[in-house]
């Protein structure tokens, strides 16, 4: 008989720390009214539907880690639909009000209508529906645009880092052309997904080169560009603070072309920092996580694909709320047990590494959660 080499797959559960919350003894009803220990509410869910993707953008999953060997999650692993909208239901419960569906890439999970119908029909507390939106890398959107607001999908945010096709193919390391994806933003945005907003990480010396053009390109088109700090999330990268370029660069380029006045927020605890041009143009914003962290008013939990609550995007250890869902206990045991865990959040990473020398992480030697595991 010939041996056959196996590879070792690991266990998905071993993939990262988790813990499986307690049920208190008193299961105290959501209140709608949950704050942590720095004051912030819990407002904004983002659920990761798959850990997959069809690009291998550098600063993400980068394709020598991310390869044909890379184990990624196995079907049985993942939430399904219904254990995601019973989640999501208790999350309202709590506070709730928008719902970001991200990845991987979210379009690549299968009949993700589905789910996007199931989500709209939930309500706030007081009645009102719920923000439903999804971040894409945009190459399947032209196809599917239609079928996702049908559904329900208020918004789309699309992931675009350059206009430039030889830059695009290269970021995304898989030569996919930006056309197919120019063409996904204009579907969208026919179909009503509006307003389209678009994410650049600006990568120093990739594709700063790119910042102008895309501006340049989305003025007077109803879309809103935003402009992120690349960031030292997980530990594949390889991030270097040299090249990050500081938001506040971004603007002086931009002012160098079309003078532009800040705008006040939408609302508390929102990431970018929004502009407008003085010419009617439109907006833009720009996301400084790393050179102005935004911790003080960050009210976003991450639900991972598999189920497991992350209180931060820097966070290395998720609370495993799919043994709760699969361990037969009850909406109001399962609420009961996150509202304390919410309580107990002081998670401020980006603050803390903000105070320390610039290539510095503060997360020490904790295994740090990947991008494309819990979703931006
Ligand atoms: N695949 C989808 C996409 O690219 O839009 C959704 C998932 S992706 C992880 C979500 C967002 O995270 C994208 O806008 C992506 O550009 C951003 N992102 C990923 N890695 C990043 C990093 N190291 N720094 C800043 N943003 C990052
Ligand atoms: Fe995929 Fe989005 Fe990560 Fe790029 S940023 S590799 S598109 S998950
Ligand atoms: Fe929120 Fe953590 Fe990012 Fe701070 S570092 S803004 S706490 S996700």
Redesign the pocket.
């Given at each position: 008989m010939t041996d056959i080499p196996r590879k070792i797959i690991p266990l998905a559960d071993l993939r990262y720390a988790s813990r499986i919350p307690a049920i208190p003894a008193n299961l105290l009803a959501p209140t709608g009214l949950l704050s942590d220990t720095l004051g912030r509410p819990l407002r904004d869910l983002r659920i990761s539907v798959t850990d997959r993707c069809n690009f291998r953008c550098n600063y993400c999953m980068p394709s020598e880690i991310f390869d044909k060997d890379y184990a990624f999650l196995p079907q049985s692993s993942l939430l399904s639909f219904e254990e995601i909208t019973r989640l999501a239901k208790i999350f309202v419960a709590h506070g709730v009000e928008k719902i970001r569906l991200t990845g991987g890439e979210p379009l690549l999970r299968k009949h993700l209508e589905v789910l996007i119908g199931m989500l709209a029909r939930l309500q706030t507390p007081q009645g009102k529906p719920l923000d439903i939106t999804l971040t894409t890398n945009g190459s399947l959107l032209a196809r599917k645009a239609q079928s996702l607001k049908d559904a329900g999908l208020k918004r789309v945010t699309v992931s675009l880092d350059a206009l430039d096709d030889a830059i695009f193919r290269g970021m995304n390391d898989v030569d996919f052309p930006v056309a197919n994806v120019l063409k996904g933003i204009d579907v969208a945005h026919q179909a009503g997904l509006a307003p389209v907003k678009i994410n650049m990480v600006v990568k120093r010396g990739t594709n700063d080169s790119q910042i102008l053009l895309l501006a340049r390109h989305f003025r007077h088109s109803g879309a809103v560009l935003r402009f992120i700090e690349y960031m030292d999330v997980g530990a594949t990268n390889g991030w270097r603070m040299d090249e990050v370029m500081p938001s506040s660069q971004v603007i002086e380029r931009l002012q160098a072309e079309f003078p532009l006045a800040a705008i006040d927020p939408n609302y508390s605890g929102e990431?970018a920092e929004r502009w407008r041009y003085l010419d009617g143009g439109g907006e833009i914003g720009v996301i400084s996580?790393v050179t102005q962290?935004?911790?003080g008013?960050?009210n976003?939990a991450?639900l991972s694909t598999e189920g497991k609550l992350f209180?931060?995007?820097?966070?290395s250890q998720g609370h495993d709320l799919r043994a709760l869902l699969r361990g037969n206990f009850a909406d109001d045991q399962i609420a009961a047990a996150i509202g304390p865990i919410w309580q107990a959040r002081s998670?401020?990473?980006?603050?803390i590494?903000a105070a320390l020398p610039p290539d510095a992480s503060a997360a020490g030697s904790a295994k740090r959660i990947e991008m494309s595991y819990i979703g931006g």
């Open positions: 990431t996580s962290a935004f911790c008013e960050c976003r991450r209180l931060c995007l820097f966070a998670d401020r990473y980006s603050e590494r």
